[in-house]
């Protein structure tokens, strides 16, 4: 699954993002330039989207580390994109419940109903 533009604008507005443990044991592999290279592509493709070339032969072991985190951040971003989606349908919901007077202000709040 890929990101989309909108997706990618979505997500900016959170400020984390999980690495799984398991990056730990490829990262104590490998040495200064490649972690350089493997942070520079993790944060890169979190904040913009861009997939970094990473084409070179020395590069193929960081380009695999990265494959493996594009596809667990996507997974993950997907699970949250969805439950924002899902919130904001159910909160669009709560509000065509509620009772309003004739200027469309709410008489009473909905978790109080």
């Known amino acids: 699954m890929s990101l989309t533009k909108e997706d990618i604008d979505k997500l900016s507005e959170k400020n984390s993002f999980l690495v799984q443990k398991s990056m730990y044991e490829d990262l104590k592999l490998m040495n200064a330039s490649?972690?350089?290279y493997i942070l520079n592509a993790i944060f890169e493709y979190v904040i913009s989207?861009?997939?970094p070339t990473l084409d070179k032969q020395e590069h193929r072991f960081v380009k695999s580390v990265f494959n493996?985190?594009?596809l667990a951040y996507d997974n993950?971003?997907?699970k949250w994109l969805k439950a924002c989606k899902k919130k904001s349908s159910n909160k669009k919901q709560e509000w065509l419940k509620r009772k309003t007077d004739v200027s469309g202000n709410p008489l009473e709040h909905p978790?109080?109903?």
Request: hydrophobic share 20%; no cysteine; charged share 25%.
């Open 76 to 78: 993950d971003s997907s």
């Open 34 to 36: 490649e972690s350089h």
């Open 111 to 113: 978790t109080y109903s």
């Open 68 to 70: 493996r985190f594009k």
């Open 49 to 51: 989207g861009v997939i």
